[in-house]
């Protein structure tokens, strides 16, 4: 059984419409995180969540918002969806309890943006 | 410049051959390397994880990393057909927060 999924798998939106990405974990972990993936450009980070009330921007965040709804409910969405936002994207969960700290990712959403 | 640059390939062996992807780095901070496995349509999965320089293994992957010329490779022996994946390396400067930095991939097909 997955330990983090992600929904929809699959989604093909026009520009201009919002859409909203979830992702949801059973690990238990406190951080979660959103990557989305381009070919070329490798993963970058959207934004992240330390816990419920900690969200904090990535690298790349503009066009993106996040609500973290808790501690295993983690949406990503787009305002307005642009054809450069279609990419692939993941959510991933951490913990540190161990020292060494894992990130755990989901399966992946394809979204295409005409 | 790219923080951490990775070869895309793909990169084709026959089954059994010894498997060395590689990756560089320019930002001396990083401390912790990964290596994280990517199968098709799916998310990319923890392989081996490192702190600092040396070398790692675990059964037929082996990490090394090598701080004074900003080079990691992982090795693999004895490739599998199942061991075609895009391979992943990730870097981090510390352990409390792991923002992770991650190269583009490299495309390993192992031909049966």
């Known amino acids: 059984d997955a330990d983090v999924t992600q929904t929809p798998r699959n989604r093909i939106t026009k520009t201009g419409k919002r859409i909203m990405l979830e992702c949801s974990q059973t690990k238990g972990h406190d951080r979660m995180y959103w990557y989305r993936q381009d070919p070329g450009l490798g993963l970058q980070l959207i934004y992240y969540?330390?816990?419920?009330?900690?969200?904090n921007k990535g690298e790349i965040s503009d066009g993106y918002s996040v609500s973290r709804q808790a501690q295993a409910k983690f949406s990503l969405s787009l305002e307005s969806a642009i054809p450069n936002q279609t990419a692939l994207y993941f959510c991933?969960?951490?913990?540190?309890?161990?020292?060494?700290?894992?990130?755990?990712f989901g399966p992946g959403t394809r979204l295409l943006v005409l | 410049q790219k923080e951490v640059e990775q070869d895309p390939g793909p990169l084709s062996v026959p089954e059994g051959a010894i498997v060395s992807l590689n990756c560089t780095y320019s930002?001396?901070?990083?401390?912790?390397f990964m290596w994280y496995r990517q199968y098709s349509r799916k998310g990319p999965e923890l392989l081996m994880y490192t702190y600092s320089s040396g070398n790692k293994e675990d059964g037929r992957f082996t990490a090394q990393v090598d701080k004074s010329s900003k080079y990691i490779s992982l090795f693999i022996r004895d490739s599998q057909p199942s061991d075609s994946a895009t391979y992943l390396c990730?870097?981090?400067?510390?352990?409390?927060?792991?923002?992770?930095?991650f190269g583009t991939g490299t495309r390993l097909l192992v031909s049966p």
């Open positions: 990730a870097m981090s400067e510390n352990t409390g927060f792991q923002k992770l930095v």
């Open positions: 991933a969960t951490s913990d540190r309890a161990r020292g060494q700290e894992t990130q755990y």
């Open positions: 930002n001396s901070a990083f401390q912790y």
């Open positions: 969540s330390f816990d419920v009330k900690d969200i």
